[in-house]
């Protein structure tokens, strides 16, 4: 069955530092897509990045980046240099190639950044 | 390009009340999606549509929620009849096609029902 988990519930950083989030999934499928997406306070949702199982290199977009630890089945988003705007709340969702299903999503992790 | 779009942003029912909600996805994106969002379940697949043919409908929802994607550039959510369960935020997202395409989300209709 397919599953992904977020543990961490909240994280709260000042501004121009470092955050990671976790994420871990499950599935039976040997190949599929990890997303994440991020929820402003108006409620909408953007994609940020992701990453395809087949591929070793992490992804990098900005100054977002993923932590692809396929072994461990998990997906850290890491976001550097961070902004006020970063402030949002942080969602993880994987695909599987396959199952032919819609993305399947973590609970999210709610991201605050303060000055 | 344009990104989804949704209509209306914002809908208040009374209890028994139909609602349609609507959705125009990405210009060329066949793959639809429906999302249910809540703060207790999170974002829950309501309904998947590719190339206008119904993919999956979200097991919980089959009763009261009926999707349609009446041509490649539009797609309506009916909620017939509504419960005050049902406030939520209802989410259309698509996608180009292929379970390996990034989906993109439209900014949704708040729904309160009353």
């Known amino acids: 069955a397919q599953k992904v988990t977020q543990t961490q519930t909240s994280i709260s950083v000042m501004e121009k530092t470092t955050v990671t989030m976790d994420c871990v999934y499950e599935t039976q499928d040997s190949s599929y897509f990890l997303f994440w997406y991020k929820q402003t306070a108006s409620g909408e949702i953007v994609f940020l990045i992701r990453?395809?199982?087949?591929?070793?290199e992490n992804a990098t977009v900005g100054h977002y980046s993923l932590n692809f630890q396929k072994p461990k089945s998990s997906i850290g988003l890491i976001i550097t240099a961070t902004q006020i705007e970063d402030s949002a709340v942080y969602f993880c969702a994987m695909r599987e190639d396959q199952g032919g299903r819609a993305l399947i999503f973590g609970t999210g992790t709610t991201v605050s950044v303060s000055p | 390009d344009a990104g989804v779009t949704q209509t209306p942003r914002h809908e208040v029912a009374e209890k028994g009340q139909t609602i349609i909600l609507k959705c125009e996805p990405v210009?060329?994106?066949?793959?639809l999606f429906w999302y249910r969002q809540t703060k207790i379940q999170g974002l829950e697949l309501l309904s998947y549509f590719r190339s206008k043919s119904l993919m999956e409908d979200g097991g919980a929802f089959k009763d009261r929620f009926k999707a349609e994607m009446l041509n490649s550039s539009f797609s309506t959510l009916k909620i017939q009849p509504t419960e005050p369960k049902d406030s939520a935020v209802y989410l259309c997202?698509?996608?180009?096609?292929?379970?390996?395409?990034?989906?993109?989300f439209g900014p949704g209709t708040r729904l309160l029902v009353l």
């Open positions: 990453q395809d199982s087949y591929k070793k």
């Open positions: 997202a698509s996608s180009r096609q292929g379970n390996q395409d990034t989906q993109y």
């Open positions: 210009s060329g994106h066949n793959d």
